[in-house]
């Protein structure tokens, strides 16, 4: 994690412990970092830890999956304590979401809950479709999660895959995957929006004085230009910031990298299969007489003029240099015999393959097709998605 300015000492919130939320200072296995740092007049604590089997518990196929998990807390005034879990399913049946459905899946082997006893709160809104909702206290909750609170936590694609609490002083969110500079200050922006969502009166509540709290959600910056002035931010944070806008998920830095390996793996052979293949079919390629010195007439099964499996060796000569010739003929043309002089297409780009005739052209822009169109998709699904609507009513 690139280094934040801050102390590596809690000085409130949870840790883990067990698949419970405890004070911070508790002992708590699996934590392999920490740091607290102040962000428009917030006090945040970012944690990363590895979920620890039980003591005492036999070890399932789950337990082999990667249990790593991070945590962002802001420091807030005492009040009873809730959780909102996301339930997988929550778009059906007007919309599919395996993606997101996964990825609470994953969550689910590492969610927390309170150490205070706390029971299920039914909202009778769309937002218990969303969340399985648990408080100590369930009018104060009822009176928390106001139509503006539920419209922000069903409609930001943000909060989809996280389970938020509200424990011992601390708003804090957990989702799968390490610590990062940009997690820890984007997870922390949108507990500062959802906390300057939550009506004042809730905060009063608890039973500390939330005088001061209140005036910092008042008056702290939320939108990105504030929140991350002075930090130099990389290509994810760049790209889950237009995907967030849209509505979509953000990538994790494991995700991203998948995705950038897989992007010219797809495009790059294709773009140039396609150019080489069109300046073959327009005429601008460079020719060149091959002179075949050996021909094989192959069969595909009983189509003996398919000519898949056709091949020649010969040799052309190309500014005073001979180069060799070894190519499959996937032309539907007359296969040239031993001895023959053929022209043919010289694609321009690496890796200059040799062109029979017009027919082969066609078959290799076709054969660039699927992977171009999924390479360009991918391209726009990371970078440029477009908006998601939201879950009809």
Not at 6 to 35: I, M, N, S
Not at 206 to 213: C, I, L, M, P
Request: glycine share 8%.
């Amino acid at each position: 994690m690139r280094k934040l300015s801050g102390t590596g000492e809690p000085t409130f919130g949870v840790v883990p412990a067990g698949g419970v939320a405890v004070d911070y200072r508790r002992p708590a296995g699996g934590v392999r970092a920490l740091v607290e740092f102040d962000r428009q007049g917030h006090r945040v604590r970012a944690m990363q830890y590895v979920s620890q089997v039980a003591p005492g518990r036999t070890p399932s196929a789950a337990d082999s999956l990667d249990r790593t998990y991070n945590m962002v807390q802001l420091r807030t005034p005492r009040i009873p304590a809730l959780d909102l879990t996301p339930k997988t399913g929550a778009y059906e049946p007007q919309r599919a979401t395996p993606i997101e459905d996964a990825v609470i899946t994953r969550l689910s082997f590492g969610m927390l809950r309170a150490e205070a006893g706390t029971r299920e709160v039914e909202t009778d809104t769309d937002l218990d479709d969303h969340f399985l909702i648990e408080a100590e206290d369930p009018e104060l909750a009822r009176a928390m999660l106001t139509p503006a609170v539920r419209e922000l936590l069903t409609t930001d694609s943000w909060f989809r895959t996280k389970q938020v609490g509200f424990t011992n002083g601390a708003l804090w969110a957990l989702e799968t995957g390490g610590l990062s500079q940009d997690v820890a200050l984007a997870n922390a922006r949108h507990l500062a929006h959802l906390a300057a969502t939550i009506d004042p009166d809730a905060w009063r509540a608890g039973t500390e004085d939330a005088t001061e709290f209140v005036e910092v959600v008042r008056t702290a910056a939320t939108d990105d230009t504030t929140w991350y002035a002075g930090v130099r931010r990389g290509l994810r944070a760049w790209t889950n910031q237009r995907r967030h806008a849209n509505n979509r998920l953000p990538l994790t830095m494991r995700g991203l990298v998948i995705r950038l390996l897989v992007m010219p793996l797809l495009l790059v052979p294709s773009l140039a299969l396609t150019a080489n293949a069109l300046t073959a079919l327009v005429g601008l390629a460079p020719t060149a007489e091959v002179t075949v010195t050996e021909s094989f007439e192959g069969t595909a099964g009983d189509c003996s003029s398919c000519g898949s499996n056709d091949h020649i060796y010969g040799t052309y000569e190309q500014d005073g240099v001979v180069h060799p010739v070894d190519t499959g003929w996937m032309s539907f043309t007359r296969l040239p015999a031993k001895g023959e002089v053929v022209e043919v297409s010289l694609g321009p780009l690496w890796w200059h393959p040799v062109i029979e005739a017009t027919d082969t052209a066609v078959f290799l822009i076709l054969l660039a097709f699927l992977p171009l169109v999924l390479g360009y998709w991918l391209v726009r699904a990371t970078f440029f998605p477009r908006p998601r609507k939201p879950k009809p009513a």
